[in-house]
């Protein structure tokens, strides 16, 4: 019975011929052949069909039509095994095969340059901030990196956003808020004065006259000393004591009442427009004047208002001591300059007797008035040879 190897054209036999294919499965099947897609043709190899191939194949020449017989195996070459199971020549060679589909992009993993050593040292950079996300969508500034996992991740920046128009409720919003602020700075700077006034200059102030009295009370102690007799504004003039202010509390007195001389201590009213009131010196009949502050620049007389009728108020410029007693006080406004005239309160009168006036500023923390104590000289005693006990008692 003639065979058929099927030709590279998909020639089929007619099916009334007999013939069958080389290595087609004996037992019929059901399904129908397909009919070879002649765009995609594919040899059939004779190693795949089990038909040992001739290591030096004689090509023979055939007239059209003729068919070509298979040559006969030498006895040397052992048969070609039989194929129990073939598969279908059509299932093998002419199953359509599923037309590839187009590849899906799937992204990758996210490039971090932190992970690159390049650019491991500029992973700690922050970029800077982008004026507005642009087309590039979202940008990426500094990196961090997660303390659980290790993985570097990038921070995103986000984008300035561009102010809105201000209308008229918008701008007197901006304008109080710049006006708050400005109240809140000039506040902090009122409070640091206060400070400043209020605490610093009475440390500094105490400090400095202490060191006066100190220097003050060794010039006196010297036994050449000589109290100078002239005095200009400005010039120390000597000591006060006042037991009810402190066991230990003592000031120097300076020549004049002006502000920057009232900065280093109580000072003696004298020149200027005090010089036709006649101030007295201490010890002499007539009014012995001393001013002094209140508060700030250590407040020699902060508490003037503390003494009373009795206390005693103790002078001395090195070559005597002058013990005055509390007899009145009175407050004043700062016009009524008679309480310092020789005879407080009558300037036209004649002094007959030696008196002291103390000033200072009421009430505390304000310059409206003057407070004022009186006081009378009761003893006067040589420096060296010191003061009475009794005048250093304070009466209860």
């Given at each position: 019975?003639p065979?058929?190897i099927?030709?590279?054209?998909?020639?089929?036999?007619?099916?009334d011929?007999?013939a069958?294919?080389?290595?087609?499965?004996?037992?019929?099947?059901?399904?129908?052949?397909?009919?070879?897609?002649?765009n995609?043709?594919?040899e059939?190899?004779?190693?795949?069909?089990?038909?040992?191939?001739?290591s030096?194949?004689?090509?023979?020449t055939?007239?059209?039509?003729e068919?070509v017989?298979?040559?006969d195996?030498?006895?040397?070459?052992?048969?070609?095994?039989?194929?129990?199971?073939?598969?279908?020549?059509?299932?093998?060679?002419?199953?359509?095969?599923?037309e590839?589909?187009?590849?899906?992009?799937?992204?990758?993993?996210a490039?971090s340059?932190?992970?690159?050593?390049i650019?491991?040292g500029?992973?700690q950079v922050?970029?800077?901030?982008?004026?507005?996300?642009?087309a590039?969508?979202?940008?990426?500034?500094?990196?961090?990196?997660?303390?659980?996992?290790?993985?570097?991740?990038?921070?995103?920046v986000?984008?300035?956003?561009?102010?809105?128009k201000l209308?008229?409720g918008?701008?007197?919003?901006?304008?109080?808020?710049?006006?708050?602020?400005?109240?809140?700075t000039?506040?902090?700077?009122?409070l640091?004065f206060?400070?400043?006034?209020l605490?610093?200059?009475?440390?500094e102030?105490n400090?400095e006259?202490?060191?006066?009295?100190q220097?003050?009370?060794?010039d006196?102690?010297?036994?050449?000393?000589?109290?100078?007799?002239?005095?200009?504004?400005?010039?120390?003039?000597?000591?006060?004591?006042?037991?009810?202010?402190?066991?230990?509390?003592?000031?120097?007195?300076?020549?004049?009442?002006?502000?920057?001389?009232l900065?280093?201590?109580?000072g003696?009213?004298?020149?200027?427009?005090w010089?036709?009131?006649?101030?007295?010196?201490?010890?002499?009949?007539?009014?012995?004047?001393?001013?002094?502050?209140?508060?700030?620049?250590?407040?020699?007389?902060?508490?003037i208002?503390?003494l009373?009728?009795?206390d005693?108020?103790?002078?001395?410029?090195?070559?005597?001591?002058?013990?005055?007693?509390?007899?009145?006080?009175?407050?004043?406004?700062p016009?009524q300059?008679?309480v310092v005239?020789?005879?407080?309160?009558?300037?036209?009168?004649?002094?007959?007797?030696?008196?002291?006036?103390?000033?200072?500023?009421?009430p505390?923390?304000?310059?409206?008035?003057?407070?004022?104590?009186w006081?009378?000289?009761?003893d006067?005693?040589?420096?060296?040879q010191?003061?009475?006990?009794?005048?250093?008692?304070v009466?209860?």
């Amino acid at each position: 019975m003639p065979r058929y190897i099927s030709d590279d054209d998909g020639y089929t036999p007619p099916a009334d011929s007999g013939a069958r294919f080389l290595a087609r499965d004996e037992e019929p099947h059901d399904e129908q052949p397909v009919s070879p897609d002649p765009n995609e043709p594919e040899e059939i190899q004779p190693s795949e069909l089990g038909i040992a191939q001739e290591s030096n194949p004689q090509p023979e020449t055939q007239a059209a039509g003729e068919i070509v017989q298979s040559q006969d195996v030498p006895e040397s070459q052992p048969p070609a095994p039989e194929l129990t199971q073939p598969q279908s020549e059509w299932q093998r060679d002419f199953q359509p095969q599923p037309e590839p589909s187009e590849p899906q992009y799937q992204p990758g993993p996210a490039y971090s340059p932190a992970q690159d050593s390049i650019f491991a040292g500029l992973a700690q950079v922050p970029v800077a901030e982008p004026e507005h996300e642009g087309a590039l969508g979202t940008l990426y500034g500094a990196f961090t990196e997660d303390e659980e996992t290790g993985e570097t991740q990038a921070v995103p920046v986000q984008p300035k956003q561009a102010k809105e128009k201000l209308g008229f409720g918008g701008w007197m919003r901006e304008i109080l808020g710049l006006i708050g602020e400005l109240l809140v700075t000039v506040g902090m700077f009122l409070l640091l004065f206060v400070a400043y006034e209020l605490w610093w200059t009475d440390l500094e102030g105490n400090a400095e006259q202490a060191d006066v009295v100190q220097q003050m009370t060794q010039d006196f102690d010297d036994p050449n000393y000589v109290m100078p007799k002239a005095k200009n504004i400005g010039d120390k003039y000597g000591l006060i004591y006042v037991p009810r202010f402190g066991k230990n509390w003592v000031k120097p007195i300076y020549e004049g009442v002006s502000l920057d001389i009232l900065r280093k201590g109580p000072g003696h009213y004298s020149g200027g427009k005090w010089d036709d009131m006649d101030i007295a010196d201490m010890g002499e009949v007539g009014n012995f004047a001393v001013a002094g502050h209140r508060t700030t620049w250590g407040a020699p007389f902060n508490k003037i208002a503390t003494l009373k009728n009795g206390d005693y108020v103790i002078v001395t410029n090195g070559e005597k001591w002058f013990i005055y007693q509390i007899y009145d006080h009175t407050v004043v406004t700062p016009d009524q300059v008679q309480v310092v005239a020789p005879v407080p309160n009558h300037p036209r009168e004649t002094a007959t007797e030696a008196v002291m006036t103390m000033t200072s500023c009421h009430p505390e923390f304000s310059s409206r008035e003057r407070y004022v104590q009186w006081a009378k000289l009761v003893d006067t005693s040589d420096y060296k040879q010191g003061v009475k006990a009794e005048y250093l008692e304070v009466a209860e």
